[in-house]
């Protein structure tokens, strides 16, 4: 089945650095990855969506990169802010049936220090 | 865009005891799904609220201890049925936006004692 991999350490950087998240997953590659961001007590938002025949996806600060070949998703939030600290996931759709349902990845904790 | 809302926001309850909660959202969705976050934990689906059919449980997940109802494709409900301190987390509704993406509400933190 389908494994979903992301930083379980927290991610700890200076405000106005660039975060750079990772997301691996081990089987399948899928029709396309998601990111969400999470606070403490809130649930999922959607941040970003990336294609598997997209390389690149950009919303104002944030990137999204996708290799089909490495498995791999990178999330990027430059000049970052710490209004951007938050619980990052990333989401990619199960195998099978006539839904998109999703499997989440464990997130990444990240921390701006000011 | 849609809006989605989710009650209660949180509950202290009793082992052996049921609680339900209501995810409504404010216009019409095909597909409603139900998720559980353990502490510490990322989301596992637990099931998705078909409208006028039974449920589709997740491997894991059974209508006896999670019965969830789809009256129309605006409303749902989820009940924790015979709880046990392992039930402690938090679940959260949430509909398909477009594209595949999905809405969620704030999610319920529930604490079994």
């Known amino acids: 089945s389908q494994k979903i991999e992301q930083n379980s350490e927290a991610l700890n950087i200076q405000e106005g650095k660039t975060a750079t998240l990772t997301c691996n997953y081990t089987?399948?590659?899928?029709?396309?990855l998601q990111w969400y961001r999470q606070d403490p007590g809130r649930g999922p938002v959607f941040l970003l969506l990336?294609?598997?025949?997209?390389k690149e996806k950009r919303k104002e600060r944030l990137k999204v990169t996708f290799d089909t070949t490495l498995k791999q998703s990178l999330f990027h939030i430059t000049a970052s802010q710490p209004a951007d600290s938050a619980t990052y996931l990333c989401?990619?759709?199960?195998?099978?049936?006539?839904?998109?349902?999703?499997?989440f990845g464990t997130g990444t904790l990240l921390a701006v220090q000011p | 865009s849609a809006v989605i809302s989710q009650k209660p926001s949180r509950d202290i309850c009793q082992r052996g005891t049921s609680l339900t909660i209501q995810c409504q959202v404010d216009?019409?969705?095909?597909?409603m799904f139900w998720y559980r976050q353990q502490p510490g934990q990322s989301l596992t689906l637990i099931a998705t609220?078909?409208?006028?059919?039974?449920?589709?449980?997740e491997s894991g997940f059974v209508i006896d201890k999670f019965p969830i109802s789809r009256p129309n494709l605006t409303f749902s409900t989820l009940t924790v049925s015979n709880m046990s301190p392992e039930d402690s987390s938090i679940y959260l509704c949430?509909?398909?936006?477009?594209?595949?993406?999905?809405?969620f509400g704030s999610g319920t933190q529930l604490s079994v004692l």
């Open positions: 089987n399948y590659s899928p029709a396309y």
């Open positions: 990336i294609r598997e025949n997209e």
């Open positions: 949430s509909v398909e936006v477009r594209g595949g993406t999905e809405l």
């Open positions: 609220a078909n409208q006028g059919s039974e449920a589709t449980y």
């Open positions: 216009s019409q969705v095909t597909m």
């Open positions: 989401a990619l759709a199960k195998s099978g049936g006539a839904t998109n349902k999703l499997i």
